[in-house]
Nanobody, 124 residues
Framework: QVQLVEPGGGLVQIGGSLRLSCAAS????????MGWFRRAPGKEREFVAT????????VYADSVKGRFTISKDNAENTVYLQMNNLKPEDTAVYYC?????????????????WGQGTQVTVSS
């Protein structure tokens, strides 16, 4: 059974930093591309970042480029999202996701497995 567990999240001040982690089990982690998505209140789930199977190639949404960094540790079966210079509009439930597909897609429909989500709130 595939599980993606995201223990991070929390409340952070504007301009602050937070690192999310997502621990995977029940799958061959190195054979999966990983992604982070988020859903703000009243909005649809949106793409944040994705990283390829080896961890060498990344793609970011324009709204987070230069502030967020996705990384992948195949030895620890974990994907991270380092978030810096956080803004109120970053407030959302953040989800990690996994797919065996190779193409770096931004579409949620391309992902096979999802975590339960973790709340990130950015406030003054």
């Amino acid at each position: 059974q595939v599980q993606l567990v995201e223990p991070g999240g929390g409340l952070v001040q504007i301009g602050g930093s937070l690192r999310l982690s997502c621990a995977a089990s029940g799958l061959t982690f190195s054979a999966h591309r990983m992604g982070w998505f988020r859903r703000a209140p009243g909005k649809e789930r949106e793409f944040v970042a994705t990283i390829n199977k080896s961890g060498r190639t990344t793609v970011y949404a324009d709204s987070v480029k230069g502030r967020f960094t996705i990384s992948k540790d195949n030895a620890e079966n974990t994907v991270y999202l380092q978030m810096n210079n956080l803004k109120p509009e970053d407030t959302a439930v953040y989800y990690c996701a996994a797919t065996r597909r190779t193409i770096l897609s931004r579409s949620p429909s391309e992902y096979d497995y999802w975590g339960q989500g973790t709340q990130v709130t950015v406030s003054s």
